[in-house]
């Protein structure tokens, strides 16, 4: 089952998607994909993965952290499927990042790794925009790189955890206006689900709605505005987003 988040004539509602992603409100109505106003599937605190693809570690000359390197994202941060995303003016190099996102469904608190799962509620997808030019080091995730307005496309629904064979062999894809910028698999996460609602859970109790983003393989490139972002997770879903500069996104 996938569920939603979606705003028709200014009133929020949780729907159920289709494969197609059509959607089916509680009164039984039926809209297409592009006459709803697609919002975040959840509201619970993200918490965002650096450095947890060993190959996206190698593409930027980092070591493979030897725990997790997480760092927060923060709500105004937030947007939904295809809405739109700003490049920020005057920087070099902005980019996407496929991410697949575990959300919680029951509250976790020091939760061992062989009952991890039963602790997740689905998946969703995340586009982790992060601003280049401002970075300190993968180690102290700046504010100015990724919690900028905008910059974490969420969504667009939530899957059922049991609609989902195994989360650690999917496939991830990134496409740019089209073309194939990036693919990986979630095999080459260095922390997996588990181990991650474990880590988190020993020292803070997870809450339903929260969300772990599991971080991003190689095979980044910079975005410009006029850009149609695709991320795909397989089994999951596709996740679209398109970016415009600073000026139109604040003059909206």
């Not at 996938?2 to 039926?30: E, F, L």
Request: proline share 6%.
């Amino acid at each position: 089952m996938k569920t939603a988040r979606v705003q028709i004539d200014n009133q929020v509602h949780q729907v159920s998607v289709h494969d197609d992603y059509s959607i089916a409100t509680s009164d039984g109505k039926t809209y297409q994909e592009d006459e709803v106003t697609w919002l975040p599937p959840a509201h619970g605190t993200v918490f965002a993965l650096g450095l947890n693809y060993a190959d996206h570690a190698s593409e930027l000359a980092f070591k493979a952290p030897e725990e997790p390197l997480l760092f927060l994202k923060t709500p105004n941060t937030f947007t939904g499927h295809r809405q739109y995303s700003y490049r920020p003016d005057n920087v070099d190099y902005m980019h996407y990042e496929a991410e697949l996102v575990a959300v919680i469904g029951t509250a976790a608190r020091r939760v061992k790794q062989q009952d991890a799962m039963d602790y997740v509620g689905g998946y969703t997808l995340c586009n982790d925009y992060a601003v280049r030019d401002y970075l300190e080091n993968y180690y102290r995730p700046n504010l100015r790189v990724k919690c900028r307005d905008s910059l974490s496309p969420l969504g667009p629904y939530i899957i059922d955890r049991d609609d989902i064979g195994d989360p650690h062999d999917l496939m991830l894809r990134t496409r740019v206006n089209g073309k194939v910028t990036q693919e990986g698999t979630t095999r080459d996460m260095i922390f997996g689900i588990p181990f991650l609602v474990e880590y988190l859970s020993a020292f803070m109790t997870l809450q339903p709605g929260d969300m772990i983003s599991t971080g991003t393989p190689k095979g980044l490139a910079d975005v410009r505005p006029g850009d149609e972002v695709v991320i795909e997770v397989e089994q999951v879903g596709r996740l679209i987003n398109h970016v415009i500069s600073e000026q139109e996104y604040f003059s909206q």
